[in-house]
């Protein structure tokens, strides 16, 4: 690493092998691997902490060929993945990218394996049709264990990770991207790289801008991932690169807000004790026994279940006021409303039925179900009760008329909904609508590489990841984060090895 600053403009000036931009798991793995090749790595973060989506996701992974596959006496392959895949995909099947979708099932083994070796522990495989076997792995004790075990690989490598990090355009001289212009705690910096820049940028779940360019009716629903803004994306196109499916989003889909404070089971380090025991306590501890401590990690972002809208719950916003059809699509509504968060309203008829099956609040994939006294006991946040409608209100913090206008209203209105009854009364929230994650990718080739319109690599760009998804379909749990981990794995190596930049030339010429 060598480093110089301009007296005149203040610009710190770097040179290393590679920069990564994105510090969540397919950029940490594609920093991991590259330095693992010998190449010195700088690695950008615009977050005050590496996490990225991975870190805020449900955690599962889905492959084949795994330890847990095996040991449970499953005999599955690659190419069973490989078509099941487009059974996700319906209609779109024909448009995937099979090549990519190849090298995801062939490769995602490895990966497993990989994070196995440095500490990550799943429980599994679970069904998931129409996946013809076992294939989801989830981890334990939450997905935040990825960031903790791999950001510790990354230091132990030897990565040169900078978080508060944000890179604004990349440097490109010739045609060639030699490395990026950034600003680092507030100071410009031109990092060069004279063998590649990687893109790990995510998606563009919280742009409004890009929103409205592909899907305009969820333009102004947040991303769960406030810093997914489609920065990535736009590198590439300022380069030629296209993005595929730009319409494809997961969301919006109302989910529960998650706590001001982590619990400290939450802010319990994922060591192998910890997650050993809850692994040998799922296999063969009774669910009773479970639930309340498996629960007590995913109560942080489970969504509500649509049943509680037709069993007769109603949805106000913050201001006691019902402002939608609860059974049409509330989760785009509610994008409109202050603060654009609501509450979710229902008698003591509707709470019993929710203690117990078939009548669940949420699910988390393959792990648990969460009943009305799990939300009580574990997120006392969000649960509010009262014997009368102004009590709840009062619980809530919403206008108390109102909120009894919205009830009266509601059960005055024809159409054969379940009126709320006489109370005690039961609200739980805030809920809120969010863009879980979107689908459109750069176009890449088989190496990662970032490709134009015509099919030509952009020398010198990389693409991991969601940016780099490059037309992959990823239905199903478990496949994004597959892709997340593979996609590093296999283009960190091939960036540390491909041909490095000629001699370096002063940096004035920017791609912007």
Sequence with gaps: MTSTTSGQDRTV????????????????????????????????????????????????ITSTGTWHQRRAGIKDDTQAHFEDMAKFAGELAARDNEELRRILVENVPDSVAWLMSLGVTFHGPMPEPPHRQPRMHNVLPNSRAYIYFVSREARRVGVDARVDATVERLLVEDGRVVGVAARIG????????????????????????????????????????TTNVGDGHRFGEELGAEVRFGEIVYGPNLRFMPPAKPSVLL???????????????????????????????????????????REGAIL??????????????????????????????????????????????????????????????????????????????????????????????????????????????????????????????????????VTRADGAAIPGLYAVGSVGQGGLLLEGHGHHLAWAFTSGRLAGRHAATAAPATAARPAEAVAG
């Design 316 to 449: 106000v916003n913050k201001r006691g006021e019902r402002f939608t059809d609860e059974l049409g699509k509330p989760n785009y509504a509610l994008a409109d409303q202050p603060d654009k968060v609501g509450y979710i309203v229902f008698d003591d008829s509707v709470a019993r039925k929710f203690r117990g099956w078939p009548y669940f609040i949420s699910t988390a994939p393959g792990v648990a179900y969460a009943y009305l006294g799990d939300y009580k006991r574990t997120r006392p946040d969000l649960y509010h009760g009262g014997a009368t409608v102004e009590d709840l209100a009062a619980s809530m913090g919403v206008p108390a008329a109102a909120l009894r206008g919205a009830v009266e209203a509601h059960n005055a209105a024809p159409g054969g909904r379940p009126p709320l009854g006489k109370g005690p009364y039961h609200a739980l929230g805030p809920v809120k609508s969010w863009i879980i994650l979107t689908d459109g990718g750069l176009t890449v080739n088989r190496d990662h590489q």
């Design 13 to 60: 000036r770097e040179e290393t092998d590679i920069v990564v931009v994105g510090g969540g798991g397919s950029g940490l793995t594609a920093a991991i691997f590259a330095r693992q090749e010998g190449a010195k790595v700088v690695l950008l973060e615009k977050h005050t902490e590496l996490r990225g989506s991975t870190g805020l996701s449900i955690g599962s």
């Design 186 to 225: 507030g100071v410009p910096h031109e990092l060069r790289a004279r063998r590649a820049v990687i893109l790990a940028t995510g998606d563009y779940s919280s742009s409004p801008d890009w929103k409205r360019r592909f899907n305009p009716a969820v333009a102004a629903v947040d991303g769960v991932n």
């Design 267 to 309: 802010r319990l380090p994922p060591h192998r004790w910890l997650t050993g025991a809850m692994r040998v306590a799922l296999e063969k501890l009774p669910a009773w026994m479970l639930r309340p401590f498996i629960l007590s990690f995913v109560t942080t972002y489970l969504s509500p279940e649509p049943s509680l809208f």
